[in-house]
């Protein structure tokens, strides 16, 4: 049945929104050492930009350092310039056979302007998700003007694709809260 198509649709393009929003939430540094931080970081390894965990084991001794060890020493320099490049905001400390990084500590001021940049990531996941029950319900309202289904059927599926647009809401302000935690947590 075509409506229950497009619910799918809505759905699956609603949980690859709430997967996206958890990407970028990643990246938000909270004071301690992650090694999803550095998912962003790219090294030029002949002529092409690798992801840095493909050309280094990355670890963290502790939980303020991290600790990168190049399966090639000769890209050593290559990736403390992609590190410097990326907007972290770590100063990587070259030893000739690995390189460590620590996190700084964050201050109070810091702690809150990560915070308004998980909520304005949320918000912006949540703007998705709306945009995505909107389609939805052009479809089916497109449905019903063709009268291929009932407008009583078009009231039920417009309102099951609410309660899907619901809980994926509630699911982004659950990571949020989650993630303001981890951030104001000293």
């Not at 090639?72 to 770590?90: F, N, Y």
């Not at 809150?112 to 998980?118: R, S």
């Not at 289904?149 to 659950?174: G, M």
């Amino acid at each position: 049945m075509e409506l229950n198509h497009i619910k799918t649709k809505a759905q699956e393009r609603m949980d690859k929104a709430l997967i996206g929003f958890q990407n970028e939430l990643k990246k938000i540094r909270t004071g301690r050492a992650q090694v999803d931080m550095l998912d962003g970081v790219r090294v030029n390894y002949y002529g092409q930009l690798t992801p840095l965990n493909q050309v280094a084991a990355i670890s963290t001794p502790d939980a303020r350092s991290f600790l990168i060890s190049p399966w090639e020493s000769s890209i050593l320099k290559e990736i403390e310039q992609a590190i410097v490049k990326s907007d972290l905001g770590l100063a990587p400390i070259n030893d000739g056979k690995v390189i460590r990084l620590k996190v700084p500590e964050l201050t109070e001021e810091r702690r809150k302007d990560l915070v308004k940049q998980a909520k304005k990531l949320a918000e912006e996941a949540k703007v998705g998700i709306r945009l995505i029950r909107r389609d939805a319900n052009e479809e089916i309202k497109a449905l019903e003007k063709n009268k291929k289904i009932s407008e009583d059927e078009a009231k039920r599926f417009e309102a099951e694709i609410q309660k899907v647009t619901d809980e994926h809401i509630k699911k982004i302000d659950q990571i949020l809260s989650e993630k303001e935690k981890s951030i104001m947590n000293i």
